[in-house]
């Protein structure tokens, strides 16, 4: 009689079920891209989809730096804590700065790593200025290598703590800068400073007010900017931009919507598209 080990087995053995392709997977998840209990739902089901699902839920991340918000943004600091990961699926980042408190950024924004940003928005609603502290966390994800596009947005007058800000959009490939109130304090008006200027890859600008111009270009060597897109509602608006396109020769687009009062002259006649 032969051993037990040795014995044919009469288990039934159980089909195994068929394997999906990691392909097809990633085309259902693509599908639920807006359905967010459903991502959530797949990425609790099995470590493989983890990855992929977290890709989708936090491929945008807005944060809202304000007393109503602090709860909130003490969970997604708790998040980020115990998984180091979700910052790195980030491809936009918009960050909202509201008084009264706009330099108590999030804790996870200054230890995470926003590796994959590609598009950054900052929100100033706030009068204060922002601390050292506040803007190096801004400065570490404005150095992100692969980031491409900025959006600078305050509702306050243009100050000189806007400077730091501009200094650090040097990487992008395109910045943004809109004034809600398109006014500059009275005393930085006066002086602008030319001195050194940091070395910048944007080639594409949209700026509002006109006037801002002189501003960023006392910060941004813009040399390399192919389009321009701003407003003119005054002779000083028309003088700063000016001085702006004087300082690229490698212009060729150039948008400009004027003030209905402000009379319309050419002001870079070898841009080949004029509007």
């Known amino acids: 009689m032969s051993p037990a080990f040795l014995r044919p087995s009469r288990r039934k053995v159980l089909p195994t079920a068929p394997q999906i392709p990691y392909d097809l997977i990633l085309e259902v998840i693509e599908t639920h891209l807006d359905d967010v ?5 797949c990425s609790l089901t099995s470590s493989f989809l983890v990855s992929a699902c977290h890709k989708k839920l936090f491929s945008t991340i807005t944060l809202v730096v304000s007393p109503a918000q602090k709860r909130r943004n003490k969970q997604f600091d708790d998040i980020v804590r115990r998984n180091p990961s979700i910052p790195t699926y980030a491809e936009n980042l918009k960050l909202e700065l509201h008084s009264p408190k706009p330099n108590i950024l999030p804790a996870s924004l200054a230890s995470a790593s926003f590796a994959k940003i590609r598009s950054f928005s900052l929100v100033l609603n706030t009068s204060l200025s922002l601390d ?4 190096n966390v ?5 150095l992100c290598p692969t980031i491409v596009s900025v959006a600078l947005q305050t509702s306050d007058i243009f100050s000189t703590f806007h400077l730091p800000l501009i ?10 800068v809109d004034l809600k109130t398109p006014l500059i304090h009275p005393e930085y008006k006066k002086k602008i400073d030319y001195g050194s200027r940091t070395h910048s890859q944007i080639s594409t600008l949209s700026i509002r007010p006109g006037c801002i111009c002189l501003h960023v270009l006392s910060q941004l060597d813009i040399s390399r900017l192919r389009s321009l ?11 700063a931009i000016r001085d702006l396109l004087n300082e690229s020769s490698a212009l060729v687009d150039l948008h400009l919507s004027l003030h209905s009062m402000w009379f319309a002259r050419p002001l870079w006649p070898n841009c080949k598209s004029t509007s």
């Not at 050292?132 to 803007?135: C, N, Y």
């Not at 897109?229 to 003088?239: G, K, V």
């Open 138 to 142: 801004l400065g570490k994800i404005l």
């Open 132 to 135: 050292t502290p506040a803007l």
């Open 37 to 41: 209990p459903t991502l959530v739902a």
């Open 167 to 176: 200094r650090l959009c040097a990487g992008a490939q395109a910045l943004v």
């Open 229 to 239: 897109n701003s407003t003119i509602h005054s002779n000083d608006d028309a003088i």
